[in-house]
């Protein structure tokens, strides 16, 4: 099954519109689709119609920020009720602050000598509550300050780097709560990404299942083969399902297209087998 659970729209911070995301996924061969904004589930509506009008089985979808251990950790959230009132709240709460994290981030920034960033990164924004690093680091290309996003990231942005702000998101405790409450399935996006202790990981993994996750990104654009074969290991050893999704931001910035990812191992459980009953099925 070419599932793809993991994508971004210019609702957060892709450039695509849930629309042409949905177009894009059915030209590529998708079936089964996600639209993952950052703590955002504005446009699912747009998604599940585009879906639907392509006849394109379809998942609601969204990623939401924690911090853990002094961390951000990404929680994906799949097959939920996109109107729950409470997962609504707290992914509010969640985006509340980004636009002083922003501000601050410009003043870092203008410090370091890079005058005017806020301006410059709210013209890529297209939610004004969803104010991202990516928007910063795309104003940062366009600038010449840096040749490509990855170098943004590397010499600016992150961690002791000009224009890190630390912030605090959501506890991993209440995504998975509002996930599982709105009827949906907690995935741990991308675990390779982080920079965590074995220890760490190990109580991100427990934390994580004790308060009712059950899936791990293994398959990801963010992860290379030896570390899906890594997390298929993990998935196994946690009893976690795995999920699959390419995390697809833009055709200009992402190295892995909608659709255009390795099949997850056999010997593992998908967590679209969970979800059977939550897809919007083609028309
Ligand atoms: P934020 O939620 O504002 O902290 O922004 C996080 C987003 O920045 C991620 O979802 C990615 O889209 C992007 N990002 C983080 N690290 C990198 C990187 N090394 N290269 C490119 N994009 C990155
Ligand atoms: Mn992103
Ligand atoms: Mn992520
Ligand atoms: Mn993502």
């Not at 992150?158 to 506890?171: D, I, L, Y």
Request: with cysteine; net charge negative.
């Amino acid at each position: 099954m070419n599932a793809d659970l993991h994508c971004h729209s210019c609702v957060s911070d892709g450039t695509l519109t849930p629309q042409a995301l949905a177009q894009r996924a059915k030209e590529r061969g998708v079936e089964l689709w996600a639209l993952t904004d950052h703590d955002e589930v504005g446009g699912q509506r747009g998604a599940a119609e585009a879906a639907a009008a392509l006849g394109l089985p379809w998942l609601s979808g969204v990623e939401i920020s924690v911090s853990f251990c002094n961390q951000t950790v990404h929680i994906v959230g799949l097959g939920f009720d996109a109107d729950d009132a409470t997962l609504a709240q707290g992914l509010a709460a969640t985006r509340g602050g980004r636009r002083e994290r922003a501000l601050e981030m410009a003043q870092s920034l203008a410090k370091a000598g890079i005058p005017g960033a806020f301006e410059g990164a709210l013209k890529y924004v297209g939610n004004p509550e969803l104010i991202s690093r990516t928007h910063f680091a795309r104003h940062l290309v366009e600038t010449g300050v840096c040749a490509d996003t990855s170098e943004v990231f590397r010499r600016f942005l992150t961690e002791g780097k000009p224009g890190f702000v630390p912030h605090r998101w959501a506890s991993l405790r209440d995504a998975v709560r509002w996930i599982g409450d709105a009827g949906g399935l907690a995935v741990i996006a991308h675990p390779a990404r982080y920079r965590f202790t074995a220890n760490e990981e190990h109580a991100l993994f427990t934390e994580f299942i004790a308060h009712g996750g059950r899936g791990v990104e293994v398959v990801t654009g963010s992860h290379s083969a030896a570390e899906a074969v890594r997390y298929a290991e993990a998935a196994l050893e946690y009893g976690l399902a795995a999920s699959r999704g390419s995390d697809f931001h833009s055709p200009d910035e992402s190295h892995t297209d909608l659709g255009a990812l390795p099949e997850l191992p056999g010997r593992l459980t998908p967590v679209w087998e969970l979800l059977a009953g939550r897809i919007q099925p083609a028309h």
